[in-house]
């Protein structure tokens, strides 16, 4: 069975270029090129059994594309998430008038509910391993003849495993340990949960600093309203220790949710939240009031998607004091993110906060520089990061980005390369169709002096030369000049490698069309990059 990776990887046919046509063609575009492909790779305008057959395999490809571009609900499938889209069950229940982002979103949830069938017997695993570092001597005066001390205060592991038993059984196993100044605790819970009619519930045992029993369950009460609680018993030495918690979610708006959480147990509180969030922004506010501190807190995140990035800003002020906080947390991979953040507040000083996050792990640092607002602390904590993100980058992302790329590229060549193989097969076999096609239109271009192409190659450069590869590069000269209509060669933003009599001679590098050909007697050459548009004459 191939992986999410794997299935990243396969190649997509583009059904646009296979016709030569730009993405917003009309009905009226699509039904002439096919006409005019038709007219090519028709069987019946074959005779001998080896064209017939080569016009079979051409033909076939020119009817799928025709099929999905001139049906509106195929065509807006497969612009919104591409070939793999039509390849995932369950579109027969979508409505045809979906938006394109209505369509991305059905197509994620039943490749969601794919991918959850094919994991159904995976485990899961979740875990947080946090170790506090203090640095406040750094900071702060000392002996000249003594080197700053800088300790790890505490350290606490955290780990889970989520295991399906069926579609709507699982087992939750999890456990935690927890050291400072040379003294400890650890707890280790198991739980089953449940999934019922719009809800869930959960049953709970544990060990650690004595044994708990814990019932906890969830209901979606209507669209917008949903509802969790539930109840620990902690058997203690001293007694039984009991805990109530419940929230209130309620959707206010598209983007808006309110939430009404209240504890009740050895540390009671109630908390108001309010998030909003977009595609730019995300805003969070939330008013606690408890035991042992009464405190008011808001943040708000920057959502920089081209670049990968979040901007965060928070600050908090209560009894305890106040805390401000700003950050950036910056993906580095499919699964993988780094954030850095900096704390400033009273009493706790100054804290530089590291985390590293891959996939459902994550990996938290926080280092105590100043026990007081130190401008030289807030400095360094705001320029070490910077500073150690570029050194980073430089000496070992940007080289493992390289190293991924061509693992990728190699990965995507083994499972591709039977289909590279058949697109080769049906490059040649176009060409060998195109035959009279290319002469009838060289002689009409002839007779006009019109547009000529005397020769076209399609590949990969050497390094530092204008010579092709000769094994990364193939002749498309008659493709290409079968390709002009009334003197005119229009090529539209997309790679030419889906082109009919077109293949990819390099899975992975930089390609080049170049054309060398005659209009109105004057020869001229021009060298195109895989994915720029064309139009001859210029």
């Known amino acids: 069975m191939a992986s999410d990776n794997e299935s990243d990887a396969e190649l997509d046919e583009n059904y646009y270029t296979f016709l030569n046509l730009p993405r917003d063609a009309t009905p009226e575009q699509i039904n002439s090129a096919y006409r005019k492909q038709s007219r090519i790779y028709h069987p019946d305008k074959h005779q001998d059994p080896e064209s017939k057959q080569k016009a079979e395999m051409m033909f076939n490809r020119t009817k799928r594309a025709y099929e999905v571009l001139s049906d509106p609900h195929q065509r807006a499938i497969y612009d919104s998430v591409g070939e793999k889209g039509l390849k995932t069950e369950g579109w027969e229940i979508v409505h045809r008038t979906k938006t394109p982002a209505e369509i991305r979103e059905e197509y994620e949830r039943l490749a969601q509910a794919a991918a959850e069938r094919r994991l159904q017997q995976r485990t899961n695993p979740r ?208 699964y993988s993110s780094l954030v850095a953040t900096v704390s400033i507040g009273v009493p706790s000083g100054v804290i530089l906060k590291l985390k590293i996050i891959r996939s459902n792990q994550s990996y938290v640092f926080p280092i105590h520089l100043s026990d007081e607002i130190v401008p030289a602390a807030v400095f360094y904590a705001s320029v070490t990061p910077i500073i150690a993100w570029f050194f980073v980058k430089k000496v070992i992302m940007d080289p493992m980005e390289a190293d991924r790329k061509n693992i990728e590229v190699e990965r995507t060549k083994r499972q591709n390369e039977q289909r590279l193989i058949t697109k080769k097969l049906e490059a040649m076999a176009a060409i060998h169709l195109m035959q009279s096609t290319y002469n009838r239109i060289t002689n009409e271009e002839q007779a006009r002096k019109g547009l000529i192409i005397n020769r076209a190659i399609y590949g990969c450069l050497s390094e530092n030369s204008t010579q092709f590869k000769p094994e990364a590069s193939h002749d498309v000269t008659i493709p290409i000049q079968c390709l002009v209509r009334d003197g005119i060669l229009q090529l539209y933003e997309s790679s030419k490698s889906d082109l009919p009599g077109f293949f990819d001679p390099s899975l992975g590098d930089d390609k080049i069309l170049r054309i060398e050909y005659t209009f109105n007697d004057v020869p001229k050459t021009i060298n195109v990059k895989d994915n720029e548009p064309v139009r001859l004459p210029g």
């Open 127 to 334: 875990g947080n391993i946090t170790i506090n570092v203090n640095a406040t001597e750094i900071f702060t005066p000392y002996d000249d003849s003594e080197m700053p001390r800088v300790e790890i205060g505490s350290m606490s592991i955290a780990q889970s495993i989520e295991a399906p038993i069926t579609r709507k059984d699982m087992i939750v196993m999890s456990g935690n340990l927890y050291s400072s100044n040379g003294t400890g605790n650890g707890g280790f819970m198991i739980a089953g949960r449940r999934l019922l009619n719009k809800g869930w519930l959960e049953v709970c045992l544990g060990a650690g600093n004595g044994f708990l029993l814990g019932l906890k369950g969830g209901r979606t009460l209507t669209s917008k309203i949903t509802v969790n609680g539930g109840t620990n018993m902690n058997f203690q030495e001293n007694g039984v220790i009991p805990a109530v918690f419940s929230t209130l979610a309620v959707q206010l708006d598209k983007h808006t949710i309110g939430s009404l959480t209240l504890n009740a147990g050895p540390q009671s509180s109630m908390t108001t939240q309010i998030d909003h969030s977009t595609d730019q922004h995300a805003i969070s506010t939330s008013f606690v009031l408890g035991t042992p501190h009464i405190y008011f807190g808001m943040s708000y995140t920057r959502k920089m998607l081209e670049s990968e990035m979040k901007l965060k800003l928070a600050a908090k002020v209560g009894t305890f004091g106040f805390m401000g906080e700003y950050g950036v947390e910056k993906k580095v991979s499919k």
